[in-house]
C-alpha cells in the first residue's frame, strides 16, 4: 500500500540505518533480526518518495541541469543537458 505524502507534512525520517534498527524495542511482533519490519518499510517508503520528488524536481528545470558525485561522475542529467551536450558533440 503506497503512502501518500501531503505537501507541508513533515517527513520522519530516521537519520541513519542504526536510528531505524533501534525501533526493535518498541514492537517484538514485527522484527526479524533485531530489526522492527514496519518502520523499515515506512523508512523505505520515505525514502523512495524523496528520490522521487528530487527527480521530478531536475526533470522540470528548464535550464541544463546536471548532477555529480564527489568523483565528478554523472549521477543523472535533464533532458536540456542531454539536448546540449549532443549539439555539442556533433560540432
Known amino acids: ?6 505537501k507541508n507534512q513533515k ?5 541513519t ?3 531505524a ?8 511482533n ?3 533480526l533485531g530489526i522492527d519490519i514496519n518502520k523499515f518499510k515506512h523508512t523505505l517508503d520515505l525514502f523512495k518518495y524523496s528520490l522521487d520528488y528530487a527527480e521530478a ?3 522540470t528545470v ?12 554523472v ?8 539536448k546540449l551536450s549532443i549539439s555539442y558533440r556533433k560540432n
Open 11 to 15: 517527513l520522519e525520517l530516521p537519520a
Open 75 to 82: 549521477i543523472t542529467a535533464n533532458r536540456p543537458f542531454t
Open 17 to 19: 540505518l542504526k536510528e
Open 30 to 32: 514485527n522484527s526479524v
Open 1 to 6: 500500500m503506497k503512502q501518500i505524502i501531503k
Open 62 to 73: 528548464r535550464e541544463p541541469l546536471v548532477i555529480l558525485n564527489k568523483e565528478l561522475k
Open 21 to 28: 534498527v533501534q525501533g526493535r524495542y518498541e514492537s517484538s
Open 57 to 59: 524536481i531536475v526533470n
